[in-house]
Nanobody, 122 residues
Framework: QVQLVESGGRLVQAGGSLRLSCASS????????MGWFRQAPGKEREFVSQ????????LYADSVKDRFTISRDNGKNTVYLQMNSLKPEDTAVYYC???????????????WGQGTQVTVSS
């Protein structure tokens, strides 16, 4: 059973930066498509970014493009989300997701983490 544990969320001022981490266990991490989603209060969960199993392909939501960077370290079974130039509208619970596939398609979220809270103050 795959387990995903996010960390790194906290309160930050607008314009600041954060790096979220998602540690995976219980599966072959290097064979997973990994991604990040977020859910703001009163809103539906939305896609943020994803990265292919070898890290060669990435995809971003328009709202975070050029500000967020996804990366992965298969040796550490960890995926990261570097968030720069944060805005109050980035405030949300951020979730890590994984699909057991080496293909490239929009991530479904076969496995989910418990989420980490990011709050951006204005």
């Amino acid at each position: 059973q795959v387990q995903l544990v996010e960390s790194g969320g906290r309160l930050v001022q607008a314009g600041g930066s954060l790096r979220l981490s998602c540690a995976s266990s219980g599966g072959t991490f290097s064979r997973y498509l990994m991604g990040w989603f977020r859910q703001a209060p009163g809103k539906e969960r939305e896609f943020v970014s994803q990265i292919s199993w070898r890290g060669r392909n990435t995809l971003y939501a328009d709202s975070v493009k050029d500000r967020f960077t996804i990366s992965r370290d298969n040796g550490k079974n960890t995926v990261y989300l570097q968030m720069n130039s944060l805005k109050p509208e980035d405030t949300a619970v951020y979730y890590c997701a994984a699909d057991f596939t080496t293909g490239w398609s929009k991530i479904r979220g076969d496995y989910w983490g418990q989420g980490t809270q990011v709050t951006v103050s204005s």
